[in-house]
């Protein structure tokens, strides 16, 4: 195993209450594409893995190795560092960064903290992550989306 590959098994992909399975598809063959492996779903709406690879061909070894949680504390509850994603601007005072910003912290906190995995937290399609879920986290990142 390289040194970046240990790097990046030390990262989890968080997605709390996806509304649609075709959007754990996508972050699955991007995981893969990127060299991620672990996937962590917080009460996915729906969860059909056979659908699912069906989607994003080749992703069978990232979709059975994924892990089912009931709530958003319990999934984070080992990571020593998360990362929560937003595309909202919020107002209360969080250590917010961007995406090139946060990437090189996220990489060399895998590479230094073996204390737990680093996770990186997204929310539903619809609503994203309320406050409370940020306040979950470390460090925020707001993502330039179209605001429509």
């Given at each position: 195993?390289?040194?970046?590959?240990?790097?990046?098994?030390?990262?989890?992909?968080?997605?709390?209450?996806?509304?649609?399975?075709?959007?754990?598809?996508?972050?699955?063959?991007?995981?893969?594409?990127?060299?991620?492996?672990?996937?962590?779903?917080?009460?996915?709406?729906?969860?059909?893995?056979?659908?699912?690879?069906?989607?994003?061909?080749?992703?069978?070894?990232?979709?059975?190795?994924?892990?089912?949680?009931?709530?958003?504390?319990?999934?984070?509850?080992?990571?020593?560092?998360?990362?929560?994603?937003?595309?909202?601007?919020?107002?209360a005072k969080r250590a917010v960064g961007r995406p090139r910003e946060i990437a090189g912290e996220i990489i060399a906190r895998a590479a230094e903290d073996s204390s737990g995995p680093i996770a990186i937290l997204f929310g539903r399609e619809d609503i994203g992550?309320?406050?409370?879920?940020?306040?979950?986290?470390?460090?925020?990142?707001?993502?330039?989306?179209?605001?429509?």
């Amino acid at each position: 195993m390289t040194d970046a590959t240990a790097r990046l098994d030390r990262i989890v992909v968080v997605l709390w209450e996806t509304q649609d399975l075709v959007n754990i598809a996508a972050t699955v063959r991007a995981m893969k594409n990127f060299g991620l492996t672990r996937l962590r779903l917080v009460s996915p709406a729906e969860w059909d893995p056979w659908r699912i690879e069906g989607i994003a061909h080749d992703t069978e070894d990232v979709v059975q190795a994924a892990e089912i949680f009931d709530d958003l504390r319990t999934a984070l509850a080992d990571c020593s560092f998360v990362v929560a994603m937003t595309a909202r601007g919020r107002r209360a005072k969080r250590a917010v960064g961007r995406p090139r910003e946060i990437a090189g912290e996220i990489i060399a906190r895998a590479a230094e903290d073996s204390s737990g995995p680093i996770a990186i937290l997204f929310g539903r399609e619809d609503i994203g992550l309320p406050n409370w879920a940020l306040d979950l986290a470390h460090r925020s990142v707001t993502i330039p989306t179209n605001p429509d």
